[in-house]
């Protein structure tokens, strides 16, 4: 389950951040919001590297915002192969992605808590995290389930008043209950 959840997590998770810029990109055109450097500026200090005032390298901000998407989509691929899928677990998903932000943005010095943010900022930036995430969590979901039922999935099927949330099982036998 392992190595299915890490190759099937790095796809999912850069397919996630694929429709996350796109859909940044049609914000930023509408708004005109312009493009942020924080990502570079995680990563200039997590590397050590020296930073730049204004504008940020591209290939340094793209490098950490892929980057990021791509390795936390292992983590919501690891929630679709235990059973752990469908809008429910991408909205559970999304936190996680905000909180993974958070933590390097707060923990570099580079951001500030949301609770400090413009509304309007705050909301802007949960909209696109959930669009990474219901985005990520499609593909995983989708990539998981050619495996048949996750444990979870299976575990619920056994149990009188659960719902299985998925289609016919083997007989109760073939797992030993």
Do not use: C
């Amino acid at each position: 389950m392992i190595k299915r959840a890490l190759w099937q997590g790095l796809i999912a998770g850069t397919a996630g951040g694929v429709v996350m810029t796109l859909g940044e990109k049609l914000e930023q055109a509408l708004t005109r919001r312009p493009d942020s450097h924080v990502p570079a500026r995680v990563l200039q200090r997590l590397a050590g590297l020296p930073e730049h005032p204004g504008k940020q390298p591209l290939p340094v901000n793209w490098t950490m915002h892929f980057g990021q998407a791509a390795l936390l989509g292992v983590v919501r691929s690891l929630m679709a192969q235990s059973g752990l899928r469908g809008p429910l677990a991408s909205a559970k998903f999304t936190v996680v992605r905000l909180t993974n932000d958070q933590i390097l943005e707060n923990a570099t010095g580079v951001g500030a808590p949301p609770s400090t943010w413009p509304r309007k900022e705050l909301v802007v930036d949960v909209l696109h995290k959930a669009v990474y995430a219901f985005a990520t969590g499609a593909v995983a979901d989708a990539l998981a389930a050619r495996n048949g039922p996750g444990p979870g999935q299976r575990h619920a099927a056994l149990r009188p008043g659960r719902h299985a949330d998925v289609g016919p099982l083997p007989r109760r036998e073939a797992y030993g209950r």
